[in-house]
């Protein structure tokens, strides 16, 4: 049994990478953001409180499938950001299962990554359930979001542990892959699985 642990910051591409590797593998594929929609279609938010609180009830339902999953011993997908402060819970579950992940961590230069954020944000087909941290529930019609500046950006990444999550340390076994995602059309998406399916 084994699991796949797709991490990375923001906008790197972790989404549609998971989408493809859980088709390519034949395993299930879990999101917290997935769960983090679903949530915020249904609830909503009006305030940060509101908003930190579904982030939380989302990554309650990720551990929830992640330990159905190690209950019944079948090797699944887990695609999130796994920052710091939640890196404990991941941990304990895993271990508690003896289970041996393998994380795939999506690297990509942050000039590129903040481009990426940033128009993304800006994106109308971004969903309503990923505004940004100031604007509730969404910027007014013909009001520009706010801009976060891009040395905060990237001091927000690393000080939340997006850009080197890893579980080596912490438990023996796990492995880590990286992959560069700056340039998406540099992918080799065959020799991935590949090296995914041997490595497993």
């Known amino acids: 049994m084994y699991c796949l642990l797709l ?29 983090k ?11 940060r409180e509101e908003k930190v609180a579904l982030g939380l009830a989302a990554a309650d339902l990720l551990w929830d499938c ?6 019944a011993g079948q090797p699944f997908l887990l695609e999130n950001n796994f920052e710091t402060a939640t890196k404990g819970d991941l941990v304990a ?9 393998l994380v795939l961590r999506l690297e990509t230069e942050l000039p590129v990554l903040y481009r990426r954020f940033c128009k993304r944000d800006r ?18 019609p013909g009001e520009e979001p706010r801009v976060i500046p891009f040395e905060d950006f990237c001091r927000g990444m690393r000080e939340r542990g997006f850009l080197e999550f890893s579980l080596e340390e912490e438990i ?29």
């Open 66 to 71: 992640a330990r159905a999953m190690l209950e």
């Open 93 to 101: 579950l895993l271990r508690g299962y003896d289970c041996k992940p």
């Open 123 to 140: 994106s109308s087909e971004r969903h309503r359930g990923h505004v940004v941290n100031t604007c509730y529930p969404e910027a007014l």
């Open 7 to 35: 991490a990375g910051p923001p906008a790197s591409g972790k989404s549609v990478l998971a989408a493809r590797l859980g088709k390519g593998l034949g395993i299930p594929v879990f999101s917290k953001d997935g769960f």
């Open 172 to 200: 023996p076994g796990a492995q880590l892959l990286t992959l560069d995602t700056t340039d998406f059309a540099r992918i080799d998406y065959g020799a991935l699985l590949e090296t995914l399916r041997e490595v497993l």
């Open 37 to 47: 929609e679903r949530l915020f279609d249904r609830l909503g938010f009006s305030c």
